[in-house]
């Protein structure tokens, strides 16, 4: 049924917009994220070329756990749909199958729960709490947040916000329109990995070097449709969309990753602002402090741009892919 996982998304969108995620003991993400912790203690080694190896197989174990577990639950759905019953119950079924792949989808995006943890650090900034921002933006980024002032943390959340439109939103949709709901669980196992140990320290350097290279190649796309989505989102909303083309071009490949310079470039340039990461990169060439109105606006930006990309992208994929499964009775 080529509408099923278009209506899949619909759902999944919905569901993220409204209620946003569930319960950490509810998450898949979560127990991915767990999984993954079980797997590092032996991946250990004092030897780096065994380090890396063991990376690898980590970083495979992980995701053909994963995949075995989608694909059964796919197929199991997939079964009971074909179950010789009558038209009331094959009904049913459908509806049954199109919401648990909808709620299971959802998990792997982040629309609302970027929102709220965002709005978070901008209310203890509200009452001059930095310390309390502080915390809880360590939560979302890999910088060291105990010495950031004040603007340091409103940057680094509007940057956090830019990539969570790849990392949590476009990216598992980019996947789930070629591969299905394996695909966007093979891609938030990878960024997954690499938020967790893709760290160029010395405890993750070799440990984590596969899945921060993995999550690059597969964020190499989606980063950079995000973007020009991103800019067609701020001619709607009456940003400075011709500046925000400017930046993301000149300040897209600074940033030490290949790929998240690209959406925080096109935010910065389209708000009029700079974001820093202190020894690291400075995006855009903005003066102005930067304050609620930007938080709002960084925000609008992102749902918008969330709808875009699945009318833009998601939805014609899927039925090309479709249309040539069934020209080519796949």
Not at 70 to 94: H, M, T
Not at 146 to 167: M, P
Request: glycine share 6%; charged share 20%.
């Amino acid at each position: 049924m080529i509408l099923m996982p278009i209506i899949v998304v619909i759902l999944a969108l919905i569901l993220d917009f409204f209620f946003g995620d569930p319960k950490n003991r509810y998450h898949p993400t979560v127990w991915i994220g767990r999984l993954i912790g079980k797997f590092v203690p032996y991946a250990r080694s004092t030897n780096p070329l065994i380090e890396k190896i063991n990376g690898i197989v980590l970083l495979i174990s992980v995701v053909t756990i994963v995949s075995i577990l989608v694909i059964s639950f796919s197929s199991a759905l997939k079964y009971v749909e074909n179950f010789d019953s009558n038209g009331l119950y094959k009904i049913l079924f459908l509806g049954l199958s199109i919401i648990s792949v909808g709620i299971l989808l959802k998990t792997t995006i982040a629309i609302k729960g970027m929102e709220n943890h965002a709005s978070k650090i901008m209310s203890a900034l509200s009452k001059n709490d930095l310390d309390d921002a502080r915390a809880k933006l360590s939560m979302i980024v890999k910088r060291n947040t105990k010495n950031l002032d004040r603007q340091h943390i409103i940057s680094a959340t509007l940057e956090s916000i830019s990539e969570n439109i790849v990392d949590g939103i476009t990216g598992p949709l980019f996947y789930f329109s070629i591969f299905g709901l394996v695909g966007a669980f093979v891609y938030r196992t990878v960024n997954t990995t690499d938020s967790m140990i893709g760290y160029k320290t010395e405890i993750f350097r070799n440990v984590g070097w596969f899945g921060a290279n993995c999550d690059k190649m597969l964020n190499f796309l989606p980063s950079r449709l995000t973007s020009l989505v991103m800019i067609l989102s701020c001619i709607i909303l009456k940003e400075d969309w011709r500046h925000s083309i400017h930046i993301m071009k000149r300040d897209g490949p600074k940033t030490e990753s290949p790929n998240a310079g690209y959406p925080m470039a096109t935010l910065a340039g389209a708000l009029r602002i700079r974001f820093e990461k202190i020894e690291h990169y400075v995006l855009g060439d903005g003066n102005s402090e930067i304050n609620e109105k930007h938080f709002k606006s960084a925000i609008s930006i992102m749902k918008l741009t969330t709808i875009l990309f699945v009318l833009i992208f998601t939805i014609p994929m899927i039925l090309l892919l479709s249309s040539l499964a069934w020209w080519f009775n796949v």
